[in-house]
């Protein structure tokens, strides 16, 4: 059984940082790419990051890309998220995804979400 974990979530200035993590077992870690999305309040779901197997291939959507990056543990089956220069349009459900492709997180080759992680970005 597919399972993903995340925690990190909480509240965060705008400007700070943040790190979320998740936690991954049930499947061949190293096999699949690995992603974020996130989804605010009223807001559809938008894809964050992904990751390929050997963190050749990063994908960044435009509104966070320069400000958070993903990375990866093959061996603790882990996936990062780091979160920098954080602002209040970033607060949202973030969830960690697993592919059933190698280089694309695209909603079609989607196999397992996690429960999700809350971000809260707020003075």
């Known amino acids: 059984q597919k399972r993903l974990v995340e925690s990190g979530g909480g509240l965060v200035q705008p400007g700070g940082s943040l790190t979320l993590s998740c936690e991954a077992s049930?499947?061949?870690?190293?096999?699949?790419?690995l992603g974020w999305f996130r989804q605010a309040p009223g807001q559809e779901r938008e894809g964050v990051a992904c990751?390929?197997?050997?963190?050749?291939?990063?994908q960044y959507s435009d509104s966070v890309k320069g400000r958070f990056s993903i990375t990866r543990d093959n061996a603790r089956k882990m996936v990062y998220l780091h979160l920098t220069n954080v602002k209040p349009d970033d607060t949202a459900v973030y969830y960690c995804?697993?592919?059933?492709?190698?280089?694309?997180?695209?909603?079609?080759?989607?196999?397992?979400w996690g429960r999700g992680t809350l971000v809260t970005v707020s003075s």
């Open positions: 995804v697993k592919s059933g492709a190698i280089n694309s997180c695209h909603d079609g080759y989607l196999e397992a």
């Open positions: 049930g499947f061949t870690f190293d096999n699949y790419a």
């Open positions: 990751i390929s197997p050997n963190s050749m291939n990063l």
